[in-house]
Nanobody, 121 residues
Framework: QVQLVESGGGLVQAGDSLRLSCVASERTDNYVMGWLRQAPGKERQFVAVINWNGSHAYYGDAVEGRFTMSRDNAKNTAYLQMNSLVPDDTAVYYC???????????????WGQGTQVTVSS
């Protein structure tokens, strides 16, 4: 059972940047890592996913060009650099691990507890 712990969320203004981190309890280089988010009253939404060695990352349409996902397998850590934040980015951000590349939230096997990101206008 992989345990994931997110950090780095907070309250920022539109246009600001934040960097989220996700630390795993064990090696994750055999897992795809992803970030997903959920705003109040909305379904969980795909944000980004990165392959096993970090060479390729894929993004949701809403964040493409503004967010960058990376990972450091030596540290069992994944990151999400979020730039040019807008109020619509306000959500709880979850780190998750999956066996295969996917944008589908239900295919992620392990989840963190989430970190709140709030963007004020």
């Amino acid at each position: 059972q992989v345990q994931l712990v997110e950090s780095g969320g907070g309250l920022v203004q539109a246009g600001d940047s934040l960097r989220l981190s996700c630390v795993a309890s064990e090696r994750t280089d055999n897992y795809v890592m992803g970030w997903l988010r959920q705003a109040p009253g909305k379904e969980r939404q795909f944000v980004a996913v990165i392959n096993w060695n970090g060479s390729h990352a894929y993004y949701g349409d809403a964040v493409e060009g503004r967010f960058t996902m990376s990972r450091d397998n030596a540290k069992n850590t994944a990151y999400l650099q979020m730039n040019s934040l807008v109020p619509d980015d306000t959500a709880v951000y979850y780190c998750a691990a999956a066996r295969f590349l996917s944008r589908e939230p239900k295919l992620f096997k392990f989840w963190g507890q989430g970190t709140q990101v709030t963007v004020s206008s």
